[in-house]
């Protein structure tokens, strides 16, 4: 058997690191530089280190307004997607609906169909979901819960099936069950559909300009792009203003990220 060569394993690994990481780096120096440092050098390190474009950013993008839309989506958007995309995967998972191998089939299909945006437009118009923060949520839900059931049908067949049994021995609700037993035991796996869906929610540009017409209903990549269009030559303050917009997710991913490998792989296996 031949061995593993680590070293060069580790070459590869810091490569591919150095490869995310540096883009990130240097989008930390500009939003640290001053206008004129950048104009003169913008490779080099900040020097002094100019705090004052975080603040400048915030208060003349009206980030505050932006954030909290943005922390309200997401957090709403996703919490939705992952409960009804677990109460969704576990039956058919298990096979206790009548036609699951249908409904997992179908929503693979649906899975890799393209967005309707103009038929989902047409559809917020006719239900009054134009515009307002509710509609805004439903429609990532429903993206959220598409990727969880593959995910959770997945990882839900690695959890022993003795386990409802025994629930139901014990006089256990269904939906006591699910919270209690099952959610727990799948928390890598709600960890990955979870920080999944809170990116498509917190990046999403289209959804805003499509569906959303009032400044105060705006999240934060909304904003960004009307602040770039009143700041573009500014690129200290742009810098800034990304790397604001970019924080939350990456300290997201810090937390959940040794959960967030095992999900995936568990997330793996087919019905």
Known sequence: MPKISWGRWAIVAAL?????????????????????QFLV????????????????????????????????YT???????????????????????????????????????????IPLFIESLVLHLYN????????????????????????????PVELDESAAMDGAGYIRYVFQIIMPLAKPALATVGIYAAV?????????????????LFPLTRGLYTFYGSYQSDWTLLAAAIFIVAAPLILAFVFVQRYFVQGALSGSIKL
């Open 16 to 36: 591919c690191t150095a490869f995310y990481l540096l883009p990130l780096l240097y989008l930390v120096s500009v939003s640290l530089q001053g206008p004129r």
């Open 41 to 72: 050098n913008p490779l080099s390190l900040p020097h002094p280190v100019v705090w004052a474009n975080y603040v400048h950013a915030w208060v003349r993008a009206d980030m505050g307004t932006y954030f909290t839309n943005s922390v309200v």
């Open 75 to 117: 957090f709403f958007a996703t919490g939705l997607a992952l409960l009804c995309s677990v109460f969704l995967a576990f039956p058919v998972s298990r096979r206790y609906l009548k036609g699951s191998s249908t409904i997992y089939t179908l929503m693979i299909l649906g899975f890799f169909l393209p967005v309707g945006l």
């Open 132 to 159: 307002n923060r509710i509609g805004y949520i439903l429609l990532h839900v429903q993206a959220g819960v598409n990727l969880g059931f593959l995910f959770f049908t997945g990882y839900f067949q690695t959890i």
């Open 200 to 216: 498509a929610v917190w990046n999403d540009l289209i959804g805003p300009v499509v569906f959303l017409a009032n400044n105060n």
